[in-house]
């Protein structure tokens, strides 16, 4: 059974609709040399994203702990409408020659989809991008600026969206995380 071109569209129009969608393909920007997954472990505050359909809440945060040399388990959690939600996945490396391309997914039945470290210095800041491909007529992007606390100074922030333009990666999108009144609400 083949589907027609518009019909196709409309199923995937509502995996996109919060994203920002662009002709072509998935840039492939650079990723963080002699990347060192166990100093990456822990922690990490989501302080600015592309918009994603799948984060709608505040106070966003991801931990990531070992399981084994190339596999992570990953936690991520928000507030949304005033209740904590958690969802847990399987991060891993796929190519280790390259251990900053990360494959990370949050169910059995879908595939990894990528989570590239472009750049982290480990104990303040991260920059991960992942891409997906819609038919290789579009892609649609997302970004992150993590960081080790609920903030960054505005000169991290401009210098983290720096990068990510470096490497052919949109901002002008890109939106503040809420992070205010995070250990107070729970």
Known sequence: MKLSFPLAFVFILPLIRAQ???????????????FNLK??????????????????????ETNFTMVTDNSIRVVSSEILKGE???IKGTGVIEDMKNP???GISYSYVLPYSPYWILSTDYVN?????SCTDILRLFHVDFAWILARTRTLPDATLEKAK????????????????????????L
């Open 20 to 34: 920002v969608p662009h002709w072509g393909p998935c840039p492939e920007p650079s990723v963080q040399p002699a």
């Open 162 to 185: 720096e990068t990510f333009a470096n490497n052919n990666i949109e901002t002008s999108s890109m939106i503040a995380s809420k992070q205010q009144g995070c250990d107070k609400t």
């Open 39 to 60: 100093q990456f472990m822990g922690r990490w505050f989501e302080i600015a994203k592309l918009p994603a359909q799948f984060e709608k809440g505040r106070c966003i």
């Open 100 to 102: 900053a391309k990360l």
């Open 84 to 86: 904590l939600k958690k």
């Open 125 to 129: 800041t991260a920059l991960v991008y």
